[in-house]
Nanobody, 129 residues
């Protein structure tokens, strides 16, 4: 069983930067594809960024491309989401997720919620204008 715990969310101002962390236990992250999703009040959960287990290829939603960066530290068993130039519309509960299918996961499915079987509880990011 994999446990994922997010941290780093807080209230920031528009234009600020913030780094979210997702610490994993129970299994090495090197065996998982990892993703970040977010859910704003009254909206559906949406894909933000993903990183592939094999090769480290990254994927981003158009809304965050160029502003957010996903990375992983295998030694710390932690995945990060570095967020820059934050906007009020980035306000949401951010979730970390893990996908055990690994290299077999098709690229077009890296942004699909149902590809991920492990989820954290979320960390709140609020961006004030």
């Amino acid at each position: 069983q994999v446990q994922l715990v997010e941290s780093g969310g807080r209230l920031v101002q528009a234009g600020d930067s913030l780094r979210l962390s997702c610490a994993a236990s129970g299994r090495s992250l090197s065996t998982l594809n990892m993703g970040w999703f977010r859910q704003a009040p009254g909206k559906e959960r949406e894909f933000v960024a993903g990183i592939r287990w094999t090769g480290g290829r990254t994927y981003y939603a158009d809304s965050v491309k160029g502003r957010f960066t996903i990375s992983r530290d295998s030694a710390k068993n932690t995945v990060y989401l570095q967020m820059a130039s934050l906007k009020p519309e980035d306000t949401a509960l951010y979730y970390c997720a893990g996908d055990s299918l690994g290299a077999k996961r098709a690229a077009q499915d890296m942004g699909v919620m149902t590809s991920y079987g492990y989820w954290g509880q979320g960390t709140q990011v609020t961006v004030s204008s």
